[in-house]
Nanobody
Framework: QVQLVESGGGLVQAGGSLRLSCAASGRIFSINTMAWYRQAPGKQRELVAAIISGGSTNYADSVKGRFTISRDNAKNTGYLQMNSLKPEDTAVYYC????????????????WGQGTQVTVSS
């Protein structure tokens, strides 16, 4: 019913920047929360940043001051601006959205994107 498509990953040198996008489509009534997670090889998936519909945000301590999460409600799209990238930021980045679906308003469903690889070289 809802699809999330991430884009913007790639290879960048340490200190560089990337901007990830997450476009949501389908039978969307509203998006409550958009969040970015990441998973490095051999590690558990971890929350990087989240933004709720009112605009409040929260970040993992490891990315505070370097990453900025934002959203465009009109486009059902979320963004993660990543600056001052470090090799330890290397991971597959996943977008997650908590959505109210058309026809089932009041019930919230969680959807994940397929992930986009971010590689930071030293």
């Amino acid at each position: 019913q809802v699809q999330l498509v991430e884009s913007g990953g790639g290879l960048v040198q340490a200190g560089g920047s990337l901007r990830l996008s997450c476009a949501a489509s389908g039978r969307i009534f509203s998006i409550n929360t958009m969040a970015w997670y990441r998973q490095a090889p051999g590690k558990q998936r971890e929350l990087v940043a989240a933004i709720i519909s009112g605009g409040s945000t929260n970040y993992a301590d490891s990315v505070k001051g370097r990453f900025t999460i934002s959203r465009d409600n009109a486009k059902n799209t979320g963004y993660l601006q990543m600056n001052s990238l470090k090799p330890e930021d290397t991971a597959v980045y996943y977008c997650k959205a908590i959505v109210e679906v058309e026809g089932r308003v009041g019930s919230k469903f969680q959807y994940w994107g397929q992930g986009t690889q971010v590689t930071v070289s030293s």
